[in-house]
């Protein structure tokens, strides 16, 4: 499985940004996508995650609100919608699939995950 992440880039503090992440190699449907972030210095951080069984969204708590997940299976896209965007958004942004349907304690955990993309550097000055 490839994962291709792309929709990053330079944005003001308040503004909105998409980032999408197309899998190829294998239908993701029935597995849990999610993305992650890690900002310089830090660790890598769960943002938030879809099952595919039955759609069910896993938040990051301090993101909620302001970040939304979907995907298309049709397309075997996966999307992360970026709202209010502040300065400490600033990081590298990473989808990941999991092989299976993931309960939400797992599906924060980026070990749940087995294929990860390459990232796309998401910069929001102030």
């Known amino acids: 499985v490839q994962l291709q992440a792309s929709g990053g880039g330079l944005v003001q503090a308040g503004d909105s940004l998409r980032l999408s992440c197309a899998a190829s190699?294998?239908?993701?449907?029935?597995?849990?996508t999610g993305w992650f972030r890690q900002a310089p210095g830090k660790e890598r951080e769960f943002v938030a995650a879809?099952?595919?069984?039955?759609?069910?969204?896993f938040y990051n708590r301090s993101l909620k609100g302001r970040f939304t997940v979907s995907r298309d299976n049709a397309k075997n896209t996966m999307y992360l919608q970026m709202n209010s965007l502040k300065p400490e958004d600033t990081a590298v942004y990473y989808c990941?699939?999991?092989?299976?349907?993931?309960?939400?304690?797992?599906?924060?955990?980026?070990?749940?995950?087995?294929?990860w993309g390459q990232g796309t550097l998401v910069t929001v000055s102030s």
């Open positions: 879809m099952r595919g069984s039955d759609r069910s969204t």
């Open positions: 990941a699939v999991g092989s299976r349907g993931l309960i939400q304690s797992s599906a924060i955990m980026a070990a749940s995950y087995d294929y």
């Open positions: 190699g294998r239908t993701f449907s029935s597995s849990t």
